[in-house]
């Protein structure tokens, strides 16, 4: 109950007393070491970095940044320009140019979050003015931007092979047909 009762006090403390939630767990954390035990110094600092010294999750950041860049350079307009050449003359096309730019955008950027964002801004006032529901324009958005996480690379993928041990080159070789 001590630990329960610590737990949940110094979390609302440091809560309310404004800290973002991150450096709240942390310093609720350090408070429930210090009341159950004095915890020796570089114990606590081996357990803070043990947690981040796994480097295949290095790959996540650098995704996110690499789309980042990617987005600010213009690539997401070409992308869609893209897709929009190769099929975007059939009836319908905008919403196959959808689904393809999401695919292409997904085997670049990794993320499915991402892609919505990235093309959503772009590809639905577009669809907008081709006369299509922004329901519809939505929902395709949406439906398309899932396929993210099947397509290699994938930050879905590299979390999974990390945490269950799994090669994340065969799961990336297994998510190539599908995606």
């Not at 290699?152 to 994340?168: A, E, F, N």
């Amino acid at each position: 109950m001590l630990v329960l009762s610590t737990f949940l006090g110094s979390l609302l403390i440091f809560s309310l007393a404004g800290l973002p939630i991150g450096f709240a767990i942390g310093l609720t954390s350090m408070v429930l070491m210090f009341v159950l035990g004095s915890p020796d110094a570089m114990i606590l600092a081996r357990r803070m970095i043990s947690g981040v010294d796994v480097y295949t999750l290095l790959a996540i950041p650098f995704f996110m940044l690499a789309g980042e860049f990617m987005n600010r350079a213009g690539l997401v307009k070409d992308i869609l320009l893209f897709a929009n050449a190769l099929i975007g003359r059939v009836r319908g096309g905008l919403a196959y140019v959808n689904v393809v730019g999401s695919m292409l955008f997904a085997g670049i950027s990794g993320s499915a979050v991402a892609d919505a964002a990235a093309l959503g801004s772009l590809e639905m006032p577009m669809m907008e003015r081709s006369g299509y529901d922004r329901g519809f324009s939505a929902a395709i958005t949406a439906a398309s931007s899932v396929i993210g996480p099947i397509i290699p690379p994938s930050i879905p993928m590299i979390i999974l092979g990390s945490i269950g041990q799994i090669s994340i080159s065969k799961l990336f070789l297994g998510g190539a047909i599908p995606g």
